[in-house]
């Protein structure tokens, strides 16, 4: 069973910057497409970023779109994502997964999620 571990969370000033990790393990995470998700209480987890094994095809909700950086080290098995330029409305936890694509839209496969990691944009 594939697990999650996400890190790098804080606390940050609109402006500022923050990178979060995720390690997988339990799987061939370079086989893997991965993507970023976050939820706010009472909303749907959404997807932020996705990008396949080899990082040819990457996608980005609207809002983050030139503001974030998802990437990815296969030989740590881990995933990244570069925020910059927070916004309060960024304010969420962020989970990592591995993602699938249907008929032009991405979902989350693992029913299993990590404990996510908080970001908290605040000045």
């Known amino acids: 069973q594939v697990q999650f571990e996400e890190s790098g969370g804080g606390l940050v000033q609109p402006g500022e910057s923050l990178t979060l990790s995720c390690t997988v393990s339990?799987?061939?995470?370079?086989?893997?497409?991965m993507g970023w998700f976050r939820q706010v209480p009472g909303k749907e987890r959404e997807l932020v970023a996705t990008?396949?094994?080899?990082?040819?095809?990457?996608f980005y909700r609207d809002s983050v779109r030139g503001r974030f950086t998802i990437s990815r080290d296969n030989a740590k098995n881990t995933l990244y994502l570069q925020m910059n330029i927070v916004k309060p409305e960024d304010t969420a936890v962020y989970y990592c997964?591995?993602?699938?694509?249907?008929?032009?839209?991405?979902?989350?496969?693992?029913?299993?999620w990590g404990p996510g990691t908080q970001v908290t944009v605040s000045s």
């Open positions: 339990g799987g061939t995470f370079s086989s893997f497409r």
């Open positions: 997964n591995t993602v699938n694509v249907r008929t032009g839209l991405y979902y989350p496969v693992s029913p299993s």
């Open positions: 990008m396949t094994m080899s990082g040819s095809n990457i």
